[in-house]
T-cell receptor
């Protein structure tokens, strides 16, 4: 069965610093991988996804993630944090690469200090 | 294009009651999925409907049920509410599987409190 592990339930960075949110997955099939962001009192918004092809995926708001099959990782990065990046971030893997069933990690809350 | 709309946004129920939550997907989206979000368990998949048929189901008891109408709108029902059902219930729509698999558009959720 697929599973997702996010290292660190809370990450704090200074404005302008590098953001690195870690995600490792397990999957019995070539995975579809996702990062979603949730702002307070809102639903989730898709940041980026990996299906096949290029392993470095660029998303919205300057975020990107790299799929590393050998490390079963899909870490999320952003070169320079902005105050508006403060939110909770979820890594997810598609259960069957077909529909709407995703397996989510426990989430990482990102705080950005001025 | 209007987003995913969930109603009601907030509700309070007592143990033993039942509740029905509604979700209107983005126009043109035929798949609707439901998730439960709690601080302890995180985001857990409840079920997915596509063209009025349940396509996938998570590991929740039979008290949790859903349905989808011909216009793709969906409802979920929880019967005999328990304190542990207190959660944010999120609905998400997507165009279809295939290359758009997992590209979910979420509503803002219905926050259920069970007293």
């Amino acid at each position: 069965a697929q599973s997702v592990t996010q290292l660190g339930s809370h990450v704090s960075v200074s404005e302008g610093a590098l953001v690195l949110l870690r995600c490792n997955y397990s999957s019995s099939v070539p995975p579809y991988l996702f990062w979603y962001v949730q702002y307070p009192n809102q639903g989730l918004q898709l940041l980026l996804k990996y299906t096949t092809g290029a392993t470095l995926v660029k998303g919205i708001n300057g975020f990107e993630a790299e799929f590393k099959k050998s490390e079963t990782s899909f870490h999320l990065t952003k070169p320079s944090a902005h105050m508006s990046d403060a939110a909770e971030y979820f890594c997810a893997v598609s259960e069957d690469n077909q529909g709407g069933k995703l397996i989510f990690g426990q989430g990482t809350e990102l705080s950005v200090k001025p | 294009k209007a987003g995913v709309t969930q109603t009601p946004r907030y509700l309070i129920k007592t143990r033993g009651q039942q509740v029905t939550l509604s979700c209107s997907p983005i126009s043109g989206h035929r798949s609707v999925s439901w998730y439960q979000q709690t601080p302890g368990q995180g985001l857990q998949f409840l079920f997915e409907y596509f063209s009025e048929t349940q396509r996938n189901k998570g590991n929740f008891p039979g008290r949790f049920s859903g349905r989808q109408f011909s216009n793709s709108r969906s409802e979920m029902n929880v019967s005999t509410l328990e304190l542990g059902d207190s959660a944010l219930y999120l609905c998400a729509s997507s165009f279809d599987g295939g290359r758009s698999a997992g590209e979910l558009f979420f509503g803002e959720g219905s926050r259920l409190t069970v007293l």
